[in-house]
Every structure is written in C-alpha cells, then in structure tokens.
Nanobody, 124 residues
C-alpha cells in the first residue's frame, strides 16, 4: 500500500487544517487500521491518533484530545485528520500510517506502511 499525505501548511494559532491520507489506487483501505503520527524538529516521532478499519473506534494522544478528530472514508480510500484550535506546539511533520488488521494502535512499530509526511506549521 502506498500512502500519500497532504493538506499541511502554515496557519496561525487557533486556526484549523484538515490532513488527508490517500491510499494508492487499486488498494483498499478497508482491511487496514490507520494512524497519524508527528515529528517535531529535534524530537522523536510521536503518536497522534488512530482509527480502526471500520472507523468506529478511535484513540488520541492526550494533548490533542478534543481538538483533533480522525476519520476515514473507505469508499475513497482516505483517512483524515481534522485539526482545530491549533497551537504552536502542534508544529511538526505529520505522517499517516496503515497496518494490516482491524484495530488501530499508538505504537509506530506496529504499522506496515507509511506516507511521506506533510509539514504543519502553526505561528503564534
């Protein structure tokens, strides 16, 4: 599965962005759980959010709960990350990932496929 993440950009604090992660054509997302991770300069990659294969179960890193929402549209082979009330500390490269199976995970090493990353910069 090839994943392409897009939708990043520069936004002021308090603003919103929606990231999208599209699976390569001919591949269905239905059999894969998905997740978003991020990596800020000088820091390790960290978990942001995950969603199960059907979209009925989600989980979030504590600092984004209540202002980020992960969702998916399996008919479009796409996973989304809606980010509201953005803060400067949300600045990072955001990566989407997919793993075979039903359940999502917060553990990066459990993911089988990764997108190339999209830069999100939040100015104060």
């Amino acid at each position: 599965v090839q994943l392409q993440a897009f939708g990043g950009g520069l936004v002021q604090a308090g603003g919103s962005l929606r990231l999208s992660c599209a699976a390569s054509s001919g591949r269905t997302f239905t059999n894969y759980a998905a997740g978003w991770f991020r990596q800020a300069p000088g820091k390790e990659r960290e978990f942001v959010a995950t969603i199960n294969w059907g979209g009925g179960s989600t989980a979030y890193e504590d600092s984004v709960k209540g202002h980020f929402t992960i969702s998916r549209d399996n008919a479009k082979n796409t996973v989304y990350l809606q980010m509201n009330s953005l803060k400067p500390e949300d600045t990072a490269v955001y990566y989407c990932a997919a793993r075979r199976g039903v359940s999502g995970s917060s553990i990066a090493s459990l993911y089988d496929y990764w997108g190339q990353g999209t830069q999100v910069t939040v100015s104060s």
